[in-house]
């Protein structure tokens, strides 16, 4: 009276090896966070067969433009606070009191990004590469004048960054660690 236990399903054997080939696959994600040099070197390796692409192509070129907003804006993210002092401002004025130390004996707050390295670095490799494969198809070939779209990308990336580094000077923080004391293990 025992019934046969049923044989695994094909979904639950696709599933079981999928779920297997992502947790090898975070797993090789994981053991590359401290080679920061070497991700990047291999993204900008990366980045440059796209641009050596769309040069020799002479095509692509929305790809391109779509791929430059979209690492703007990843780039803005991670020099921007996690934390905006202008908004947490605006509450601290409601309260009466204010989110910045304002003298020597008020707490040190260090910078927390709002998109972290890895992150950035992650999101920004998967970007180029969808791009360099969307060049590789047709239907993403879309007639446009390009330096149109390089100049338009040139305007808003100066009226960004304008932005961005007034926002900077205003709320006194420094994004990056040039200049700031390492320490290693011997």
């Excluded at 025992?2 to 639950?12: G, K, L, Q, S, V």
């Excluded at 070197?41 to 779509?66: D, E, K, M, N, P």
């Excluded at 130390?101 to 990004?113: A, H, I, Q």
């Amino acid at each position: 009276m025992d019934a046969p236990e049923p044989a695994e399903t094909p979904f639950a054997a696709v599933s079981a090896q999928t779920s297997k080939l992502g947790r090898m696959y975070q797993s090789y994600l994981d053991q590359s966070v401290p080679y920061l040099p070497y991700r990047w070197a291999g993204t900008a390796f990366v980045f440059f067969l796209f641009v050596l692409r769309i040069f020799l192509a002479q095509g692509w070129y929305i790809v391109a433009y779509s791929l430059g907003i979209y690492l703007l804006n990843l780039f803005l993210a991670f020099i921007s606070p996690k934390f905006d002092p202008s908004i947490e401002q605006d509450e601290g004025m409601e309260d009466g009191t204010s989110g910045l130390p304002t003298k020597e004996e008020d707490e040190f707050r260090p910078f927390v990004r709002r998109l972290p390295e890895f992150k950035f670095w992650y999101s920004t490799t998967k970007a180029i590469s969808i791009g360099f494969v969307c060049t590789w198809f047709s239907i993403f070939d879309l007639p446009v004048f390009w330096p149109v779209l390089v100049i338009y990308w040139m305007i808003l990336f100066a009226l960004t960054m304008r932005r961005q580094i007034q926002h900077m000077i205003k709320y006194r923080y420094v994004p990056f660690t040039v200049g700031k004391a390492r320490y290693s293990a011997k």
